[in-house]
T-cell receptor, first 114, second 114 residues
């Protein structure tokens, strides 16, 4: 799977949008961009994933650049409970094969401040 | 709907004792994964079950570790003769199908070996 680069930490004011960047310049054409987060002492939580189109769900939006070399996760109205480590990973999302071993990098520690 | 559940949430044991950790995947998910996460570290893949196929045990760190998945649903991870270096959070995840499907994690079991 392609490598990703994320800033180690970010701060955001409560109620404002949190924009978390991720660089994945070596991404392959069949690799998806996935975002998970891990709140302290909890298991990783799936947030969203996408291939090349922007995606939105009830938790967040994912904006992927046209060249797919970077993406941004947007939490539109951050709350204190969104304080967590956010992981951006790229992986092949196909049936079968051996691409099921998830690996997380260091991620971005997002701190939402009151 | 119900997510992945794990029990116990916390387990403290003495060095040399055996422990069993349980995972209940999301109903209908055929793939189940075990990972562990040591303090401040990333995910370490342990084992993968898919339907009735032979599991991928390539991540198990030693022969003291074993896992079963009975009836294609509940899984048990067993660690025999626990050592202090086994202390970690043991995470279970499941996905609808195999390979690159989105994995959903449970809350984890925090194992402390004294």
């Amino acid at each position: 799977d392609a490598k990703t680069t994320q800033p180690p930490s970010m701060d955001c004011a409560e109620g404002r949008a949190a924009n978390l960047p991720c660089n994945h310049s070596t991404i392959s054409g069949n690799e998806y961009v996935y975002w998970y987060r891990q709140i302290h002492s909890q298991g990783p939580q799936y947030i969203i994933h996408g291939l090349k189109n922007n995606e939105t769900n009830e938790m967040a939006s994912l904006i992927i650049t046209e060249d797919r070399k970077s993406s941004t996760l947007i939490l539109p109205h951050a709350t204190l409970r969104d304080t967590a480590v956010y992981y951006c990973i790229v992986r092949v999302a196909t049936k079968g094969g051996s691409n099921y071993k998830l690996t997380f990098g260091k991620g971005t520690l997002l701190t939402v401040n009151p | 709907g119900a997510g992945v559940s794990q029990s116990p949430s916390n387990k403290v044991t003495e060095k040399g004792k055996d422990v069993e950790l349980r995972c209940d995947p999301i109903s209908g998910h055929t793939a189940l994964y075990w990972y562990r996460q040591s303090l401040g570290q990333g995910l370490e893949f342990l084992i993968y079950f898919q339907g009735n196929s032979a599991p991928d045990k390539s991540g198990l760190p030693s022969d003291r570790f074993s896992a079963e998945r009975t009836g294609g649903s509940v899984s048990t991870l067993t660690i025999q003769r626990t050592q202090q270096e086994d202390s970690a959070v043991y995470l279970c995840a499941s996905s609808f199908s195999s390979g690159g499907d989105t994995q959903y994690f449970g809350p984890g079991t925090r194992l402390t070996v004294l």
